[in-house]
């Protein structure tokens, strides 16, 4: 079985910039999630999908920050502009359902100059 | 939403020694997991233990819902296991998958 697929593994940008991250969850998987994490840190939920709608986006700073999910699917996540504090690893995870096993992809290493 | 507090923040062994990885939770929890996050930052999953007792290997794994903790016991550490260790939990009414700041692990030689 397949497992959770992001793209890219590694992107540097400047300041002000804007930049998207791909994330293709496990096949049959309802819930989609996106977490930050910050270099010693834990993973930090940005946005929560059940299917293509928004179970919890509280904690995406959404005046730089959106994520979409169409069809139910594959999912995008872009920063425009991106600020030096965003570097980060990005990291998508998908489960069968809510309250179910989840399992993250390798991540995106995100680094603003 | 729960809060996740994980002790010990760091944690350095000698190759061969037993540990015990504690994850409290603020509220009791219907979904709870651990990881192995590895140097290249991938988060491994090792446990999906709303409540009991699993093992697998020298890992093993205790949820006692209703005193809203988890224990995860690694015996004859091995210097792979180094890394950072997470517990990550939804409570009931919140279907977030909220994450501890981790276990720093380190096994020397």
């Known amino acids: 079985e397949a497992g959770v697929a992001q793209s890219p593994r590694y992107k540097i940008i400047e300041k002000r910039q804007s930049v998207a991250f791909w994330c293709n969850p496990i096949?049959?998987?309802?819930?989609l999630y996106w977490y930050q994490q910050i270099l010693g840190q834990g993973p930090k939920l940005l946005i929560q999908?059940?299917?293509?709608?928004?179970?919890?986006d509280s904690q995406l700073p959404k005046d730089r920050f959106s994520a979409e999910r169409l069809k139910g699917v594959d999912s995008t996540l872009k920063i425009q502009p991106a600020k030096l504090e965003d570097s980060a690893v990005y990291l998508c995870?998908?489960?069968?359902?809510?309250?179910?096993?989840?399992?993250f992809g390798q991540g995106t290493r995100l680094t603003v100059v | 939403g729960i809060q996740v507090e994980q002790s010990p923040p760091d944690l350095i062994l000698q190759e061969g020694a037993n540990s015990t990885l504690r994850c409290n939770f603020s509220?009791?929890?219907?979904?709870l997991q651990w990881f192995h996050q590895n140097p290249w930052g991938q988060l491994i999953n090792l446990f999906y233990?709303?409540?009991g007792t699993k093992q697998n290997g020298r890992l093993s794994a205790t949820t006692v819902a209703t005193e809203r903790y988890s224990l995860l016991y690694i015996s004859s550490s091995q210097t792979t296991d180094s890394g950072v260790y997470f517990c990550?939990?939804?409570?009931?009414?919140?279907?977030?998958?909220?994450f501890g700041a981790g276990t720093r692990l380190a096994v020397h030689p």
């Open positions: 999908f059940q299917n293509n709608g928004v179970v919890d």
């Open positions: 096949s049959g998987h309802a819930t």
């Open positions: 233990i709303p409540s």
């Open positions: 509220d009791s929890v219907n979904n």
């Open positions: 995870a998908s489960s069968f359902q809510e309250n179910t096993e989840a399992f």
């Open positions: 990550a939990g939804v409570s009931g009414g919140y279907n977030k998958l909220i």
